[in-house]
Structures are given as C-alpha cells and as structure tokens.
T-cell receptor
C-alpha cells in the first residue's frame, strides 16, 4: 500500500469514448500531480495541483482535463483520445512546499495503464 | 534548459555483483535538487534519495551509495552486492528551485536486471 491509489489499473478505450482516471492519496499531502510515462520516453509532467489550485499545466492537449475537488482526490478526464495517448499515467502527491516546491519528495501510485484503440 | 541523461538503457548483472548507474545533468541554476527513484515491475516509483546542490557529500544507505560530483554534473548510484529484488527501472531526476516551480525532470531511466 503506497498511500496513493489509482483506479482503474488498466483501461482500454476507443477514440470516441469518455473515461476518467482517479487518484486518491491517504497521506495528508497538499499537492498532487499527473505524469505520463510512454514507452522509451522520459516521464512527462502533465499537471500539478497545490491546495486544489492548478499550478502547472505543461501544454497538455485539451482532450486531457484534470480535476481536483479536494486535496485527497485527483481526476484525469479523457475525451476523444488518440492512439499515441496510450501510456502509463502516474499520479503522485507531495507535502509542501515547506521551502521551494522543487524540493518536494513525490509519492507515486502504481499507475493506470491506458490503451487507446 | 534542464536535462537529465541516463546513458545506460539496460544493465544486466549476476547476483552479488556491484553495479553503478550513471546520471549526468544539465542546469543553469546554482540551486537545484537531484533525486533517484526506483520503479519495480508493480509500476509505482519509489523515492530513494534527494540531494541539494550545496551538499556534495556522498551518501551510503545499506547496499546503496550515491556519488555527487558537481564538477562533472554527475550523480551516480551504486548498488553493492546486488540482489534479484533490485531488478527495476531506476530514474534520476532534477528539480530547479524557483519560487513556484514544481517541475521535476526525469531521465529516461536505466533498466537493471539482476540474474540469480
């Protein structure tokens, strides 16, 4: 049990579907993150929420829509995705910032493996 | 721009061998943090270590040790007497310290396979 739980662990969807990935953290952290991990590419930061406010948005296409209703929950809403969006989507959380946010240690979930047909 | 290079894509060793994973970084900032994370087959990345740019002391934690060399912009990770359970993908990461930046830049990872 990592303290960060992601559901579903696996998702297969067509390009016209709408689905959502869910992340829940039980650590009392106040920042949450979405990362994308594609084959043979470095992990890419997608979004960061701090105290439920979006503080980073890394030029992610609008077909990905994050939602952070409270500090324990983070969603990634998926709409009309492309096959190249197939990847492992990792959620993370951190406590901070006490000091610079870049110093934060992230706790990751096990990821949601997304396949877009 | 920030950049983290892990030149070793995959390393295979026999159990009990020592292995070093290389990490070279680029940054223009004088203040930054370096991290190592481990990603076992289960998927979640597990934090191993964080160093700030002003602390060049090497660190040892059990069979793990880290060698931070600012002069060569390297932060290498050595596993002594490797075990099968060490098999995983290891990521080096860099974070610049700015007022409001949460960006953690990862290297492409090194897959370590420890054979019995």
């Amino acid at each position: 049990e990592t303290g960060v739980t992601q559901t579903p662990r696996h998702l297969v969807m067509g390009m016209t579907n709408k689905k959502s990935l869910k992340c829940e953290q039980h650590l009392g952290h106040n920042a949450m993150y979405w990362y994308k991990q594609s084959a043979k590419k470095p992990l890419e930061l997608m979004f960061v929420y701090s105290l439920e406010e979006r503080v980073e948005n890394n030029s992610v296409p609008s077909r990905f829509s994050p939602e952070c209703p409270n500090s324990s929950h983070l969603f990634l809403h998926l709409h009309t995705l492309q096959p190249e969006d197939s990847a492992l989507y990792l959620c993370a959380s951190s406590q901070g910032p006490k000091g610079p946010p870049g110093a934060n240690v992230l706790t990751f979930g096990a990821g949601s493996r997304l396949t877009v047909l | 721009a920030q950049k983290v290079t892990q030149a070793q894509t995959e390393i295979s060793v026999v159990e009990k061998e020592d292995v070093t994973l290389d990490c070279v970084y680029e940054t223009r900032d004088t203040t930054y943090y370096l991290f190592w994370y481990k990603q076992p087959p289960s998927g979640e990345l597990v934090f191993l270590i964080r160093r700030n740019s002003f602390d060049e002391q090497n660190e040892i934690s059990g069979r793990y040790s880290w060698n931070f060399q600012k002069s060569t912009s390297s932060f290498n990770f050595t596993i002594t007497a490797s075990q099968v359970v060490d098999s995983a993908v290891y990521f080096c990461a860099l974070s610049e310290v700015r007022d409001s930046s949460y960006k953690l830049i990862f290297g492409s990872g090194t897959r370590l396979l420890v054979r019995p």
